[in-house]
T-cell receptor, first 112, second 116 residues
Framework: QQPVQSPQAVILREGEDAVINCSSSKALYSVHWYRQKHGEAPVFLMI?????EQKGHEKISASFNEKKQQSSLYLTASQLSYSGTYFC?????????????FGQGTELSVKP | GAGVSQSPRYKVTKRGQDVALRCDPISGHVSLYWYRQALGQGPEFLTY????????KSGLPNDRFSAERPEGSISTLTIQRTEQRDSAMYRC??????????????FGSGTRLTVV
């Protein structure tokens, strides 16, 4: 079952912060985050593993709450280069694991 | 190769024709995944392989879709008797281990299929 992302879209001014949420109804083994710019392939940002901790990548970090089957992506002091569509991909914590099921995406626009 | 390579980049075909989409993963990557992505949507899972073995084909829409990876490297996704609803971006991804974690996917640039 597809994870649900919120919000669907967000517009920021450069330097502002944003949070993107990803929620699943299934027990999860991991949550992955990808960013896709217009006309390009999705690019891997980071992974949160079951039992793992909050992770960071420059000013982009994420957390994973296993009990709630939720993950959040935090973008701090946003830059123009952060613009794009962000997808979470979830890997189930059972025999159906191995592949990712992606959310519908959150479109982020950072304005000067 | 350095990245995941897909060919052709664009394919226009007439309804009813068969098409074959090719994916060449990163050398040494164990798993290979096929997704379909509609405009403005997230990638939709189709099927995946570990080495040459097809592990999961639960996402293939119907029996017109098939995939193979005979030598555990290059994969082909075949769509028979194409229909207009098959029009989409088809993306391939590969991963170093036999599952998505912990290294994530590297996606190819995709094949844009248009059925007219």
């Amino acid at each position: 079952q597809q994870p649900v992302q919120s919000p669907q879209a967000v517009i920021l001014r450069e330097g502002e912060d944003a949070v993107i949420n990803c929620s699943s109804s299934k027990a999860l083994y991991s949550v992955h985050w990808y960013r896709q710019k217009h006309g390009e392939a999705p690019v891997f940002l980071m992974i949160l593993l079951k039992g793992g901790e909050q992770k960071g990548h420059e000013k982009i970090s994420a957390s994973f709450n296993e009990k709630k089957q939720q993950s959040s992506l935090y973008l701090t002091a946003s830059q123009l280069s952060y613009s794009g569509t962000y997808f979470c991909g979830t890997e189930n914590g059972n025999n159906q694991g191995g592949k990712l099921i992606f959310g519908q995406g959150t479109e982020l626009s950072v304005k000067p | 190769g350095a990245g995941v390579s897909q060919s052709p980049r664009y394919k226009v075909t007439k309804r009813g024709q068969d098409v074959a989409l090719r994916c060449d993963p990163i050398s040494g990557h164990v798993s290979l995944y096929w997704y379909r992505q509609a405009l403005g949507q997230g990638p939709e899972f189709l099927t995946y392989f570990n080495y040459e073995a097809q592990q999961d084909k639960s996402g293939l829409p119907n029996d017109r879709f098939s995939a193979e990876r005979p030598e555990g490297s290059i994969s082909t996704l075949t769509i028979q008797r194409t229909e207009q609803r098959d029009s989409a971006m088809y993306r391939c991804a590969s991963s170093y281990l036999d599952r998505a974690s912990p290294y994530g996917y590297t996606f190819g640039s995709g094949t844009r299929l248009t059925v007219v």
